[in-house]
């Protein structure tokens, strides 16, 4: 195994958290694949430069505080990246619910705010928030639930 190329893996993965994937992608880049790639790869993990559990956490963490994701969205970016279902269950842990629910309320109150301005129509309205929510990736449910809830709407 090239002790350089492990160097510079270790620095890669020290910089911020990568998935095992992003870690294949730049060991192609340097011309190292196969056996090479994996030994480097089994190297970083032992050596805990690379964690794809840690990864899954700081990312869903990072993106619902951020960002403002839904769980939805978090769940399936995870997936998109290859992590295995018992890491992506582990970053979701890092969204408790009360913060989730108060995340969801906030950020609809912040846009109905703002569209109320020129939206005068309430059943309009209701539908931009809810259309803004999803495309987060809130739950359904859960976003027309918060809706139905929020005063004004109530009157």
Same mark, same amino acid.
């Given at each position: ?32 694949w196969?056996?090479?790639?994996d ?13 794809e ?8 963490g $990072? ?29 979701? $842990? ?8 108060? $995340? ?15 939206e ?6 209701k539908?931009?928030?809810?259309r803004f929510?999803?495309?987060? $990736? ?6 027309w639930?918060?809706?139905?809830e ?6």
């Amino acid at each position: 195994m090239d002790r350089l190329i492990l160097q510079k893996a270790a620095s890669y993965c020290a910089y911020q958290e990568r998935t095992q994937d992003e870690v294949k992608q730049r060991l192609k880049k340097w011309d190292v694949w196969g056996d090479e790639a994996d030994e480097i790869i089994a190297e970083l993990i032992s050596m805990n430069y690379l964690s794809e559990e840690r990864f899954a956490k700081t990312y869903a963490g $990072g993106k619902f505080r951020m960002k403002n994701w839904g769980r939805m969205k978090i769940k399936q970016e995870l997936h998109r990246r290859g992590l295995s279902d018992y890491s992506i269950a582990k970053g979701m $842990g890092e969204i408790g619910d009360e913060v989730y629910l108060t $995340g969801l309320k906030e950020l609809l109150q912040k846009k109905k705010d703002l569209l109320s301005r020129t939206e005068t129509d309430v059943f309009k309205l209701k539908q931009k928030l809810a259309r803004f929510a999803l495309g987060k $990736g809130y739950e359904s449910e859960l976003v027309w639930k918060t809706i139905g809830e929020m005063e004004d709407f109530n009157n």
